[in-house]
């Protein structure tokens, strides 16, 4: 079955706690982000990959980290620097000169 | 100014009408547009993309693009309930570009 999956589904994050977000892919697609929407405020852009072992910081990477040391995934940690954490992440993939393509997404809340 | 903006909503049309959701975006140098789909608590789906001026059509829903203005949007036919969501307009600037989201314009299409 090919696709973007993400897990968990639902993930609660205690104060002072880091998390992580998984997102795995098997469509051989080399650029991976991720994106973070809250109510009313579209998808914003956290971090991003295009190619194994190096990535890069969107516009709101402040308090989450990434690797890339496979195609196939591209997890991302929530830390504890993150101050208002509780929000929809999503995962995209995307090929050359092609739309992107969603996970399912984890929904985060501080508890 | 926002990179990407989307009229405001939310938008009520009754059954059977015609939805229009409108784009603007500031960066000319973009490339890519595209018009994403999302239900409530789901991760975006992908509805139409466009790469050149004019009308792309793919059954009820058509897509404008007029780059001299900056201008995408996005017109739904005989919209229908199952219709109603958030629907995202996004906007890549290079192949391997990030995509950059508008905060989205909630339709709703009441019986």
């Known amino acids: 079955d090919g696709g973007i999956t993400q897990s968990p589904k639902y993930l609660f994050r205690k104060e002072g706690q880091n998390v992580t977000l998984s997102c795995e892919q098997n469509?051989?697609?080399?650029?991976m982000y991720w994106y973070r929407q809250d109510p009313g405020q579209g998808l914003r852009l956290i971090y991003y990959?295009?190619?194994?072992?190096?990535?890069q910081k969107g516009d709101i990477a402040e308090g989450y980290s990434v690797s890339r040391e496979k195609k196939e995934s591209f997890p991302l940690t929530v830390t504890s620097a993150q101050k208002n954490p509780t929000a929809f992440y999503l995962c995209?993939?995307?090929?050359?000169?092609?739309?992107?393509?969603f996970g399912q997404g984890t929904r985060l809340t501080v508890v | 100014q926002k990179e990407v903006e989307q009229n405001s909503g939310p938008l009520s049309v009754p059954e059977g009408a015609i939805a229009s959701l409108n784009c603007t975006y500031s960066?000319?140098?973009?490339?890519?547009f595209f018009w994403y789909r999302q239900y409530s608590g789901k991760s975006p789906e992908l509805i139409m993309s466009?790469?050149?001026?004019g009308d792309k059509e793919d059954g009820r829903f058509t897509a404008q693009l007029n780059k001299a203005s900056q201008y995408v949007s996005l017109l739904i036919r005989d919209s229908q309930p199952s219709d109603s969501a958030t629907y995202l307009c996004?906007?890549?600037?290079?192949?391997?570009?990030?995509?950059?989201f508008g905060q989205g314009t909630i339709l709703t299409v009441h019986p």
């Open positions: 990959s295009q190619i194994v072992n190096d990535f």
């Open positions: 466009i790469y050149s001026n």
């Open positions: 469509l051989n697609h080399d650029a």
């Open positions: 995209a993939i995307q090929g050359r000169d092609t739309e992107a393509f």
């Open positions: 960066d000319r140098g973009s490339q890519s």
């Open positions: 996004a906007v890549r600037t290079t192949s391997y570009g990030k995509l950059t």
